[in-house]
């Protein structure tokens, strides 16, 4: 099982839609966890952490569930400009320390 | 404030060959970290240099090495080089050691012909 798996797309959606984004990871004992965005063969650029209580910024609204080892993203009211890669992301100090990436989820945002 | 910087932009190598990319992270920062973004595989964590030392490795061969300068600039060797080394090499710094808040360099996009 991978450590961060997420759902590939592509999600093509029209300007003004509602998207989620979804995330499982398999490490219990990971202690953060993010949203990052990438643009086109760009370094990726961290978009929100990831609370229990949920966080919202924006349009963009993040939740994690500990239990179930569940993170999603959900953006509302969609601009062309979320048109992106949003990489789910993993913080463990186990074996040392990394960001574990998930492969991405790209969505294109169309008017 | 200047962010993450890495050289060169892109670089073009062929298999057996030595490649060498350089990072310097943000005023201030003491942890570099180096990762690997190749085509379907998403970004994998290559190695992380703290006041000079390796502390940590991602599941890569020997041939991936580095090392951190006393400037704390850094620098990614790949020695031997391969086809399926082509990828986006990406470093990043954070200002706490080992930090989960890690900022990213624009990259080295590196082709292995």
């Known amino acids: 099982r991978k450590e961060v798996e997420q759902d590939p797309g592509p999600f093509n959606v029209p300007e003004g839609a509602t998207v989620a984004f979804n995330c499982t990871y398999s490490?219990?004992?990971?202690?953060?966890f993010f949203w990052y965005r990438q643009d086109c063969r760009k370094e990726p650029k961290l978009l929100m952490s990831?609370?229990?209580s949920g966080n919202e910024d924006g349009r963009f609204t993040a939740q994690l569930n500990r239990a179930s080892q569940y993170i999603s993203l959900l953006i509302r009211d969609s601009k062309l400009s979320d048109s992106a890669t949003y990489l789910c992301?993993?913080?463990?100090?186990?074996?040392?320390?990394?960001?574990?990436f998930g492969k991405g989820t790209t969505l294109s945002v169309s008017s | 404030e200047a962010g993450v910087t890495q050289s060169p932009t892109h670089l073009i190598k062929t298999r057996g060959q030595q490649a060498t990319l350089r990072c310097s992270p943000i005023?201030?920062?003491?942890?570099v970290y180096w990762y690997q973004q190749a085509l379907g595989l998403g970004l994998q964590f290559l190695l992380w240099?703290?006041?000079?030392?390796?502390?940590n490795r991602g599941n890569f061969p020997p041939r991936f090495s580095g090392r951190q300068f006393p400037n704390y600039s850094s620098e990614l060797n790949v020695n031997a080089l391969e086809l399926e080394d082509s990828a986006l090499y990406l470093c990043?710094?954070?200002?706490?050691?080992?930090?989960?808040?890690?900022?990213f360099g624009p990259g080295t996009r590196l082709t292995v012909l």
């Open positions: 990043a710094s954070s200002l706490v050691v080992g930090a989960d808040t890690q900022y």
């Open positions: 490490n219990s004992a990971s202690q953060s």
């Open positions: 990831v609370y229990s």
């Open positions: 992301v993993v913080y463990t100090t186990e074996a040392g320390t990394a960001l574990i």
């Open positions: 005023s201030g920062h003491t942890s």
């Open positions: 240099y703290d006041e000079g030392e390796e502390r």
